[in-house]
């Protein structure tokens, strides 16, 4: 079975500033999906970012981009410029490759503050 | 464009009343279907998902079940709700493999329960 594990429950960044949010996951496979979903006060779960295992080079949307260690299995997520609106929870997901059982394993969750 | 709708958004019942959530998808044919349950403050745990009309896997043993009775259409029910029952859930759907969209869960709005 997979996990994904994020360890930091809270961070805070300044308002303009860089900030990065750690995942790590564990697998036996090879091929499969890495995801960061954003859940703001609203709770609607937003994609932000996916990334393929296949695929070395590293996913960016915009002021998101990620730092993808396939070998460490660490999946980190950076935000640059934050914007207040950035203010929400972060997961972290895990998706097998290929097949019907296309299910996302999700971490815990950080809450992420951005301060004005 | 695709769009997912799920009903109602917010639910207050009685311990030992039953529930009845609903779940629709427009645009997209045979979607792969799946219900995540969000506890106060926790990530999001896999319910049930669903391959096809008719075909319903359950994750965790409950007091839940789901059902397909559309190809566009989910259903998660209870007999008889327990205090453990309240939560977000959350109803996703997504498409197995081409193009950018594959394997990407979208999630819809949310169901606010809470038994009392």
């Known amino acids: 079975a997979q996990t994904v594990t994020q360890s930091q429950p809270e961070m805070s960044v300044q308002e303009a500033e860089t900030v990065t949010l750690s995942c790590t996951y564990d697998?036996?496979?090879?091929?499969?999906?890495l995801f960061w979903y954003k859940q703001p006060p609203s709770r609607q779960m937003i994609l932000v970012i996916r990334?393929?295992?296949?695929?070395?080079q590293n996913a960016t949307e915009n002021r998101f981009s990620v730092n993808f260690q396939k070998a460490a299995k660490s999946f980190s997520l950076k935000i640059s410029d934050s914007q207040l609106g950035d203010t929400a929870m972060y997961f972290c997901?895990?998706?097998?490759?290929?097949?019907?059982?296309?299910?996302?394993?999700f971490g815990k969750g950080i809450t992420l503050s951005v301060r004005p | 464009s695709q769009t997912i709708h799920q009903w109602p958004a917010t639910l207050v019942q009685p311990v030992g009343s039953p529930l009845s959530l609903e779940c629709t998808v427009e645009?997209?044919?045979?979607?792969?279907l799946y219900w995540y349950r969000q506890a106060a403050g926790r990530g999001l745990q896999l319910l049930f998902y669903?391959?096809?009309?008719?075909?319903i896997s359950s994750e965790v043993p409950q007091n839940l079940s789901a059902s397909r009775p559309q190809d566009r259409q989910f259903i998660l029910s209870s007999k008889k709700l327990l205090l453990s029952d309240s939560g977000f859930y959350l109803c996703?759907?997504?498409?197995?493999?081409?193009?950018?969209?594959?394997?990407?869960?979208?999630f819809g709005a949310g169901s606010r329960l809470t038994v009392l």
């Open positions: 996703a759907w997504s498409v197995m493999e081409g193009g950018a969209g594959a394997n990407v869960l979208t």
């Open positions: 697998t036996s496979e090879s091929n499969y999906y």
């Open positions: 990334q393929e295992a296949y695929k070395q």
């Open positions: 997901a895990f998706m097998k490759h290929g097949g019907a059982n296309s299910k996302l394993t």
């Open positions: 645009g997209t044919s045979n979607p792969n």
């Open positions: 669903s391959v096809g009309i008719g075909q």
